[in-house]
């Protein structure tokens, strides 16, 4: 990640890691075969930055605080890795319903159960994750690449299909895999630019 966030994605490359961390090719390729491997291994260091950054944990029953919270936290790592965070927006995630920046199932599930403690319906709180990660996600890509960041993907993901793993561990998301799976995407977006829209324009009439 300290390559990264020196020289960005682009020196990326599993012989200059080698050569950094002092290890042979042969004795990292053990541990990452494949480059996309290791662009896994940091985005998932990355969300579980996230994850355990004690401001953004769920202590409140105020949902606002707690998004809050979470939404200046992201901001945070994003902005002390900025050459590293667009790898969160890039790489294939573990379920086709998890989103970036908040793309580990144990986000989604501590996210959902929150924001259901809160008094939220399911569905409710299913979209709440959808607009909530958009609006982190795309701010929070403009910011990092005004700050020189380079917001396109080194290479071509891996195309693999992204596979829902194992939901032992979470009831929350077990109970919403029907939720979670019919997602109408250009609703979504109307009802957004809707709601942006008469934002702009109660804000025009003060």
């Known amino acids: ?11 990326l490359t599993m012989q200059e890691i080698s050569t950094r961390v002092a290890v042979e090719p042969a004795r990292l390729a053990e541990v990452f075969p494949r480059l996309d491997d290791l662009l896994d291994a940091i985005v998932d260091a990355i969300v579980d930055q996230f994850f355990a950054d004690p401001e953004v944990q769920p202590v409140t029953p105020d949902w606002q605080e707690y ?18 965070f667009p790898l969160i927006a890039t790489r294939p995630p573990a379920a086709p319903w998890l989103q970036p920046p908040l793309r580990s199932l144990r986000w989604m599930e501590t996210f959902l ?44 993901p891996d195309p693999r299909k992204s596979r829902p793993e194992d939901l032992d561990g979470y009831p929350r998301l077990a109970g919403l895999q029907q939720e979670l799976t019919d997602h109408d995407s250009a609703a979504e977006f109307e009802e957004s630019l809707e709601s942006l829209l008469d934002r702009l324009a109660h804000d025009g009439r003060n």
């Open 1 to 11: 990640m300290m390559l990264m966030d020196q020289k960005g994605i682009s020196a």
């Open 67 to 84: 998004l809050q919270r979470i939404a200046h936290g992201v901001r945070r790592t994003a902005l002390a890795h900025p050459q590293v």
């Open 113 to 156: 159960e929150s924001l259901h403690q809160c008094g939220f319906s399911d569905r409710a709180a299913v979209r709440a994750y959808r607009a909530f990660s958009s609006f982190l996600l795309g701010h929070l890509l403009l910011e990092v690449s005004a700050l020189g960041a380079d917001i396109g993907p080194i290479d071509q």
